[in-house]
């Protein structure tokens, strides 16, 4: 290449900054600015026209299946305790039966709450006085 081809090259970018380059940064931001705005324009149309109905008709649904399922279960509640109330004689009979297994029970669930206790009480022990005490429980 000669050196009119790098003059050529030279005058040819020194007009470009000095006459146009203001203009074509001017457009190419006029057209950016109006493909964002145009990309805007069509996710608003797109959210009315399918999210927005789409959101409603989901939400709509899993109301209508909210209270199917609390109608339902209502029923099936009514319904049992229609079926166990001829039960309801002899389970008597049977949990007034049992009330001397229900005092065993209860004096086993004692002991163990006992035993529980103890067992806190030698593992705070062992741990030491390095280790923050736990927070008492319910029954401390």
């Given at each position: 290449?000669?050196?009119?081809?790098?003059?050529?090259?030279?005058?040819?970018?020194?007009?470009y900054?000095?006459?146009?380059?203001?203009?074509?940064?001017?457009?190419?931001?006029?057209?950016?600015?109006?493909?964002?705005?145009?990309?805007?324009?069509?996710?608003?149309?797109?959210?009315?026209?399918?999210?927005?109905?789409?959101?409603?008709?989901?939400?709509?649904?899993?109301?209508?299946?909210?209270?199917?399922?609390?109608?339902?279960?209502?029923?099936?509640?009514?319904?049992?305790?229609?079926?166990?109330?001829?039960?309801r004689?002899?389970?008597?009979?049977?949990?007034?039966?049992?009330?001397?297994?229900?005092?065993?029970?209860?004096?086993?669930?004692?002991?163990?709450q006992?035993?529980?206790?103890?067992?806190?009480?030698?593992?705070?022990?062992?741990?030491?006085?390095?280790?923050?005490?736990?927070?008492?429980?319910?029954?401390?």
């Amino acid at each position: 290449m000669r050196l009119y081809v790098f003059l050529g090259i030279g005058i040819g970018v020194c007009a470009y900054f000095g006459l146009f380059s203001s203009h074509v940064l001017r457009a190419a931001g006029w057209i950016f600015e109006t493909l964002r705005r145009l990309g805007l324009l069509l996710w608003r149309i797109v959210r009315i026209l399918f999210v927005v109905p789409l959101t409603w008709i989901v939400r709509t649904l899993a109301s209508l299946l909210d209270a199917v399922f609390v109608v339902t279960a209502a029923l099936l509640l009514w319904l049992a305790k229609l079926l166990l109330r001829p039960l309801r004689p002899p389970g008597r009979w049977l949990w007034d039966r049992l009330l001397p297994v229900r005092r065993q029970f209860n004096r086993a669930n004692q002991l163990f709450q006992r035993i529980g206790l103890r067992v806190k009480e030698v593992w705070r022990v062992l741990r030491g006085p390095d280790d923050p005490p736990d927070k008492p429980g319910p029954d401390e």
